[in-house]
């Protein structure tokens, strides 16, 4: 039984899978300010083909070449609320066949790029310390 258990893992293991990674990112940036900085740092800083592109949707399909193969990728951007209950919006990347470290390089850049732009995100609002007990209001 052991023996079968573990075969079977093993070919689990070895079987060929598609290599589809996908890296999140919150940016505290508005969404009015990500998305055109974003198109233009794939397009203009990364020098990648945009593909299609739908801002309403909020996403942008893109070529990334590398090694003289083309893989394909997608930048969707999902408006969220954080722990502070402000907009800010989601990152999620995806470059097919391509390891994980690659969107994250990828994305740590946009967030210099947007960092340059815009300077620091806004900061979280202050919470404000509940009067002491006994405390005059």
Do not use: N
Request: charged share 30%.
């Amino acid at each position: 039984m052991r023996l079968a258990l573990s075969l079977a893992l093993s070919l689990m293991l070895l079987a060929p899978r598609d290599a589809v990674a996908r890296t999140t990112r919150d940016l505290g940036w508005s969404f009015a300010q990500v998305w055109p900085s974003a198109l233009r740092f794939l397009r203009v800083d990364e020098r990648l083909e945009i593909t299609e592109r739908d801002a309403d949707a909020g996403y942008l399909l893109f070529v990334y070449a590398s090694d003289g193969k083309r893989f394909t990728g997608a930048l969707e951007f999902v408006r969220v609320k954080d722990a502070h209950d402000r907009d800010i919006v989601r990152l999620v990347l995806s470059i097919r066949d391509r390891p994980a470290y690659l969107e994250e390089a990828l994305l740590d850049r946009l967030a210099r790029k947007l960092r340059t732009e815009f300077g620091d995100p806004p900061p979280a609002p202050r919470k404000e310390k509940p009067p002491a007990p006994g405390a005059a209001p």
